[in-house]
């Protein structure tokens, strides 16, 4: 799995984002974290991983501070900032700092999401690569478990519940994704649901926001919002609708 450190002087707010994010369902294993930058500067450069999550603000070694330390160390990860709204406007040298993305406080699991597809997509794109090549076998368990999810993408499952259902451990299911169809659960799971709203947006006949809960979002911001991401139009620009 891609491995993640997470960094914020709040350790409520780290034990929230290790509980509640869908790590493992895109690929990812937190691998550390810390409440204190100076001691994550030095478990990162032990660590490598292939991301950093940072918060923006914190005393001493401050989020920006610590990504220009990891760059003159040459540690290559992709970084994403966590900041608050008025925080993040003063913050355009991240992006020169070549800094991925940012989440904005309070964290939302559902925009954690879809920067942790991105990372995905991206760290592909640069040949690095969640999970050791294996022998190519067919698995019956994992072909069943592939037919479900096609006909029951609108529900939500985690990785445990598919790995009882079916039989098969969360970490080998996340391989047998990536081996056989070159990305994570989670992001499987976007790509039916993405194709199936651009189906139903092509016959007319049905609004937005209903088009988003037969596409399995019950909220409708988040539909936009991951619509917008995959095909790089809003939903109503993209039905011709006009506006945002």
Known sequence: ?????????DAVILDEIIAEIPWQDNGFQVAGWSTNPEQAL??????????????????????LALIAALRDRKIACETVMISAYGEFEDSRSFFRLEGFDYILKPIQPDDVQIVLERLGKRLLQKGIYAYEAEESTVNPAFQALVA????????KYTLEQLGRKFSLSPNYICNLFAKNHNTTYGRFVTDLRMK????????????????AINCGYSDYYHFFKVFKEYYGVSPTLYRGEGGE
Do not use: C, W
């Not at 479900?148 to 529900?155: A, D, M, V, W």
């Open 1 to 9: 799995m891609y491995q993640i450190y997470l960094v914020d002087d």
């Open 42 to 63: 030095a478990e990162i450069t032990s660590l490598r991983p292939h991301v950093v999550f940072s918060d923006l603000k914190m005393p001493g070694l401050d989020g």
């Open 196 to 211: 199936e709203a651009r189906r139903l947006m092509g016959d007319g006949s049905m609004a937005l926001k209903e088009i």
């Open 148 to 155: 479900h999810l096609t006909k029951n993408f609108r529900k």
